[in-house]
């Protein structure tokens, strides 16, 4: 089944603890994006990558980190957590076949910074 | 700056009761408009991509339209099942290829 998929799904961390929230695809997407999502603040981007070893910054990059070594993953990684960044992260995945481009989302990973 | 917003907030409607969600936008350059479903505690869903003002496409009760300025998405006779939050994003030309700026959303509430 084509899938994105995050781990964890949920998180309960304190302020300063580094942290790791996986995500991978099994469709061979070049394409990769973390969002986070807040009440009434829609999906903003945090970081996106356009192929292994490329990645940019998106409108909220600050306190994230990311890598992509290989095409499926794309990690997003909090060095020193802080209770701002609370809040409801998706990964996406997509591909583009001429004009077309279909981005698919993981189920999503709500983080609690204490 | 770019900007998308979206109308109403909420919206609840009759089985049945046809309606519009509207998603007015303002980009430096639009590559694509794009629409999702998002069910609580799960990812969005794809729905459409627009790319050009007077590009329709439909799906089962859906149809979205694209304008120089607005999409809507048509709902026509809803069921329950329809009852969702409904995402608008738009993709700009520069600035990165991938990058999408979403609306806060619309939610959907459709009654028996």
């Known amino acids: 089944e084509a899938q994105v998929t995050q781990n964890p799904r949920y998180l309960i961390t304190v302020t300063g603890k580094k942290l790791t929230v996986t995500c991978s695809q099994n469709?061979?997407?070049?394409?990769m994006s973390w969002y986070r999502q807040d009440p009434g603040l829609g999906l903003r981007q945090i970081y996106y990558?356009?192929?292994?070893?490329?990645?940019d910054k998106g409108d909220v990059p600050e306190g994230y980190k990311v890598s992509r070594k290989e095409k499926r993953n794309f990690p997003l990684i909090l060095e020193s957590p802080s209770p701002n960044q609370t809040s409801l992260y998706f990964c996406?995945?997509?591909?583009?076949?001429?004009?077309?481009?279909?981005?698919?989302f993981g189920p999503g990973t709500r983080l609690l910074v204490l | 700056e770019d900007q998308v917003t979206q109308s109403p907030e909420a919206l609840r409607l009759q089985e049945g009761e046809s309606s519009s969600l509207n998603c007015s936008y303002t980009?430096?350059?639009?590559?694509?408009l794009f629409w999702y479903r998002q069910d609580p505690g799960k990812g969005p869903e794809f729905l459409f991509t627009?790319?050009?003002?007077?590009e329709e496409k439909e799906k089962e009760r859906l149809k979205a339209t694209l304008t120089k300025k607005e999409s809507f998405l048509h709902i026509t006779a809803p069921k329950p099942e329809d009852s969702a939050t409904y995402l608008c994003a738009v993709q700009a030309w520069g600035g990165g290829y991938n990058k999408l700026i979403f609306g806060a959303g619309t939610r959907l509430a459709v009654h028996p």
């Open positions: 996406a995945s997509s591909f583009r076949y001429g004009r077309d481009e279909t981005q698919y």
């Open positions: 469709m061979n997407h070049e394409y």
């Open positions: 980009v430096s350059g639009l590559r694509g």
């Open positions: 627009l790319y050009s003002a007077g």
């Open positions: 990558s356009m192929n292994v070893e490329v990645t």
